[in-house]
């Protein structure tokens, strides 16, 4: 990277998607369910990556419409599904009756999948979990490998190191050096940036690096693992992001809702996602009002 | 897991209310639990409100002892981590899970068998793993709260072919075969399940044997009914218990807890919301705020 | 541990050295030179407690005192020296001349005692790393195993999880219940708490709950960990608290030159320590005003 | 490592201050450099003054890219931490260095041999590993610098019995036998030691045989006196370069980051304070605050 690169990575979402992922790259996103980027995703689609081969714990919402679109081919990870709301429509269809395509499974616990990137950040091949003994998990991918303790304790599974292409993250608050500072619950993030080949760091606010200095416990990711920064406000919704907007229950759970039928998908998907330019169009079409409630909302609970 | 807003005949709670008032009664004062999204942490919220004040709540999002003022819709809501007494990471969160800090865990699921091992991985009907019949979520983090927590919960409704004498797929182990000392042996380092609470009773397990059996039944339910549901030839226990109505206030609690009724009536109560506004009012309403 | 118990760990400095540090006892302290609990360490000499094994990266004011004043049997760890001032006086006359008592040591690199308080905090037996290799540690230090990777890559060291009896941490906040909060680097603070069997919390401020709930971002140490929360500001001096006092340098030289010889470090034992009935009478010792010079320069850098 | 207050004889500086300029210069803007306390972080600082305003310090106990406004007197010192860009675990800044993210560091030891095997664990003598003549402090972050570093500068007084053939402890790897891939075969990651700066002169490595040569000397130094120093038949470069004289503001900058002269001068100048007070005074003065 050159030195002026090296001190300013400030992006669009568009140059920074179409410079780091491409069709065929495994890719992991940060956040858990909440501060999901999902503007990154929309992006992703609207440049018609395919084939790409997802490390992850719980992503539902990214991998219920990547894999609707089009663009997965291959899943690792814990979870998919609605929680409360119900299964992923897309996900199912994909695995139950191969549509739109086939999606390529491999099951691993949440905690597994963490210690996979925490491995991956750590830059070691493997960690030591004691999930997954005993369970049907283990009978189905041969990576999990019970090993005995050298140090003659009982048997552990070993899984290996998570180092997928690209990781897109999402953080509060970024400078164009690439440092990101996060708040509230903070998933794998930390581990996931530093276990990736290349890293975008999308965030709600970018601010000047003397910011970033007054409060630099909050920093979980340093510069020195980001490639491109981007500037995305409301980058998560529908799903939440600590501190700046709530979750929209509502506009899921009429997602779900439509995503029964493999039209009303597409429908969802032209309206939101192939008839929005950017990002902005799809906060437009959501309705900013909408955006400003959830905003009010957050912050009754939680400010930083 | 969902809720149903069918009331139970004669009464003015429906089976899923009763539910989550029973389970409650699972956590101690001073505990600290972790709890699946719906029923389970309606459950954890009662538990708060009345017997348990100071019970810890944890998220895997990595979200540690929050105040309830809000009903998370996942467990990685901006909700889960508000006025918490520790926001961390995920890894963290199930590094101390397996380092034997949390004492119960309360899990749902598609598939259980009378050892308590729970399929959320894929029921194949005609398919198998790879084409299965329904691909479920997987396990989340629900095979390690099952493998390391101190005991666990498991709340699922009481249906046809969902209690099976063995399950296509063991997501999270219970008591494995139920031979003495299967779990050790597996490696597993929790006490496995405790307790199933049921649309129409619960069961618990027996001590030498492991295997499930009918404990408590609710109102208005037979227990031919149950044994019809379940898989296998299913004990009773000679002091068969029944459920005691859910109090008044219990019932305010519980219907309090989730205001716009989104957890335990489901996509009905969601159309019948005006639209985002009265959610946002409802919420902020409940939280005092 | 009872419901009061678990709601209200408040004790004294005292009282927790007394119920939860015994002779024999294997233990680690907090901080990284900085954030270092000195008070701690001179209640266990105070409290005449031997045969310590403690394990830990570095941690040289705490093991001088501790060597010198005879309460060691066994060090694991990485580093023990004065960086710029020069080497620990203590520690070369127990390994070189066994003066008090010979001192048992095992070489470790600070990463490696990294790794062996992370596979600890894991609860798991054991942790990859790639250092000490080709290096003469591992052929001193037989509990460092090269491994083949299973998965096909190049050979790793393997290092075994620490699991000490009990650690010490000092925090600039906490509550009753046992919520750490700390500022500035945090050294292997969050693994040590939870690859302890017991955990004294010491803080320079007691907080309420509700503070600690409004920056929940910043507690390093959940409640879960602790067993006794006690209360000692200026409780690293000589060394510094971020946000709260600098460092003596001055302090820390004298002490160095005094303890060249065996008679000089028992006088200042004698005056500093001994002399001393609790940690108050440590503080106006040194002087009040000496500290709050550290204070007023400390803050002119760092405030929280 | 200590400095040396005895000035160059005809020099306005002393070894120890021509050591810190002549060191500065192995930085380059933008690495991220994992510095010892002592000579290489006023190396460091220096090199942030001039021609490396953007590169990023790292301390292991966890601070990262700080503005040097303080000089630190040990790694743990809170001044590590003064507007650092990143505040975080020790664990995570070695992670961050076996990962490779940081492009250099600077070392100091008391033993290296000619392949920059450095020992900073014991000196032997008459005695063993297990009661040796000296007890050094060990490791510390030095044997994983050493292992994981882009590149290794290490720093040292040049004396007798520290350059020899043969180190009592390698403590942290330089080019181990010297034979091509040793270091790749023995599994480290880091590209191991570039030079070796002295208090008479800078040594760097032959790329085929990994064995160090002398390549700068100091004003007033001579060939043979170093020689002298050196346990082994020492290799000298065809085209010896001398060492230039640092430029004025760079001894002003210089002594004005170590504002008590406690880094260079030691002991004898800690003595020559009048007191606390006078040592918050100038800190505070050279801070700007």
């Known amino acids: 990277?050159?030195?002026?690169?090296?001190?300013?990575?400030?992006?669009?979402?568009?140059?920074?998607?179409?410079?780091?992922?491409?069709?065929?790259?495994?890719?992991?996103?940060?956040?858990?369910?909440?501060?999901?980027?999902?503007?990154?995703?929309?992006?992703?689609?609207?440049?018609?990556?395919?084939?790409?081969?997802?490390?992850?714990?719980?992503?539902?919402?990214?991998?219920?419409?990547?894999v609707g679109?089009?663009?997965?081919?291959?899943?690792?990870?814990?979870?998919?599904?609605?929680?409360?709301?119900?299964?992923?429509?897309?996900?199912?269809?994909?695995?139950?009756?191969?549509?739109?395509?086939?999606?390529?499974?491999?099951?691993?616990?949440?905690?597994?999948?963490?210690?996979?990137?925490?491995?991956g950040g750590l830059n070691v091949p493997f960690m030591a979990v004691r999930s997954m003994l005993g369970s049907d998990i283990m009978k189905y991918n041969s990576r999990v490998k019970v090993?005995?303790?050298?140090?003659?304790?009982?048997?552990?599974?070993?899984?290996?190191?998570?180092?997928?292409?690209?990781?897109?993250?999402?953080?509060?608050?970024?400078?164009?050096?690439?440092?990101?500072?996060v708040w509230g619950f903070t998933g794998n993030d930390e581990n996931k940036a530093r276990a990736a080949g290349r890293v975008i760091l999308t965030c709600e606010e970018l601010v000047p690096t003397e910011q970033i200095r007054r409060r630099g416990n909050m920093t979980l990711i340093p510069f020195y693992c980001v490639d491109a920064v981007v500037h995305v406000p409301y980058g998560c919704y529908p799903q939440s992001c600590y501190g700046y907007y709530a979750y929209d229950v509502l506009f899921c759970g009429d997602y779900h809702e439509k995503t029964k039928t493999r039209e009303g998908f597409l429908e969802w998907l032209d309206h939101y996602v192939h008839g929005c330019k950017d990002h902005m169009e799809y906060c437009a079409r959501v309705g900013w009002d909408r955006l400003m409630s959830l905003a009010r909302l957050e912050r009754q609970f939680n400010r930083i | 897991m969902k809720g149903s807003s069918l009331p139970i005949k004669g009464k003015n709670y429906t089976a899923s209310e009763l539910?989550?008032?029973?389970?409650?009664?699972?956590?101690?004062?001073?505990?600290?639990?972790?709890?699946?999204?719906g029923i389970p942490l309606i459950a954890g919220i009662l538990a708060k409100r009345f017997h348990a004040p100071n019970l810890s709540i944890v998220y895997e999002s990595g979200c540690i002892g929050p105040e309830k003022l809000r009903v998370d819709f996942n467990v990685g809501d901006s909700s889960a981590a508000d006025g918490a007494l520790c926001l961390t990471s995920e890894w963290h969160?199930?590094?101390?899970?397996?380092?034997?800090?949390?004492?119960?865990?309360v899990l749902g699921g598609a598939q259980l068998d009378k050892y308590g091992n729970l399929n959320t991985t894929a029921i194949f009907g005609e398919g198998d793993y790879r084409r299965p019949?329904?691909?479920?979520?997987?396990?989340?983090?629900?095979?390690?709260?099952?493998?390391?927590v101190g005991r666990v919960v498991i709340m699922m409704g009481l249906e046809?072919?969902?209690?099976?004498?063995?399950?296509?797929?063991?997501?999270?182990?219970?008591?494995?075969?139920?031979?003495?000392?299967?779990?050790?042996?597996?490696?597993?380092?929790?006490?496995?399940?405790?307790?199933?609470?049921?649309?129409?009773?619960?069961?618990?397990?027996?001590?030498?044997?492991?295997?499930?059996?009918?404990?408590?039944?609710?109102?208005?339910?037979?227990?031919?009914?149950?044994?019809?549901?379940?898989?296998?030839?299913?004990m009773v226990a000679d002091d068969l218990?029944?459920?005691?109505?859910?109090?008044?206030?219990?019932?305010?609690?519980?219907?309090?807890?989730?205001?716009?009724?989104?957890?335990?009536?489901?996509?009905?109560?969601?159309?019948?919301?005006?639209?985002?506004?009265?959610?946002?009012?409802?919420?902020?309403?409940?939280?005092?705020?």
């Open chain 1, 1 to 66: 990277m050159s030195d002026s690169a090296r001190g300013n990575k400030l992006m669009t979402l568009k140059e920074a998607i179409g410079t780091h992922v491409k069709s065929g790259s495994s890719i992991t996103f940060g956040g858990f369910i909440g501060r999901d980027c999902l503007a990154a995703v929309h992006e992703i689609i609207r440049q018609g990556i395919r084939d790409l081969a997802v490390i992850d714990d719980s992503k539902t919402d990214v991998m219920d419409l990547l």
């Open chain 1, 69 to 119: 679109a089009g663009c997965v081919r291959r899943w690792e990870g814990a979870y998919l599904g609605y929680g409360a709301i119900g299964l992923a429509n897309n996900i199912r269809r994909a695995v139950e009756k191969g549509m739109p395509f086939p999606l390529e499974v491999e099951d691993w616990s949440n905690a597994a999948v963490s210690m996979r990137f925490l491995a």
């Open chain 1, 147 to 181: 090993m005995e303790d050298p140090y003659g304790g009982p048997p552990v599974a070993l899984v290996p190191a998570a180092r997928p292409d690209v990781a897109v993250i999402h953080a509060q608050r970024a400078d164009v050096m690439g440092n990101g500072q």
């Open chain 2, 19 to 37: 539910m989550a008032i029973t389970s409650c009664k699972e956590f101690k004062d001073w505990e600290v639990a972790f709890v699946g999204i």
């Open chain 2, 93 to 105: 969160v199930f590094g101390d899970l397996q380092r034997g800090f949390y004492d119960i865990g």
């Open chain 2, 133 to 148: 019949a329904v691909r479920l979520p997987g396990s989340g983090g629900g095979n390690d709260i099952g493998s390391s």
């Open chain 2, 160 to 234: 046809k072919n969902r209690f099976v004498e063995k399950v296509d797929f063991i997501t999270t182990p219970g008591h494995l075969d139920g031979s003495p000392g299967a779990r050790e042996r597996a490696g597993l380092l929790g006490g496995g399940p405790v307790a199933v609470v049921t649309s129409k009773g619960v069961f618990r397990f027996h001590p030498e044997t492991r295997e499930m059996y009918l404990d408590t039944i609710y109102p208005g339910v037979e227990v031919e009914e149950i044994k019809e549901s379940v898989g296998w030839d299913l």
């Open chain 2, 241 to 289: 218990k029944l459920a005691p109505d859910p109090a008044g206030e219990e019932l305010a609690a519980l219907r309090a807890a989730d205001p716009c009724n989104l957890i335990m009536g489901g996509a009905g109560s969601r159309k019948k919301l005006s639209g985002l506004e009265e959610f946002v009012h409802l919420t902020l309403k409940y939280a005092g705020r």
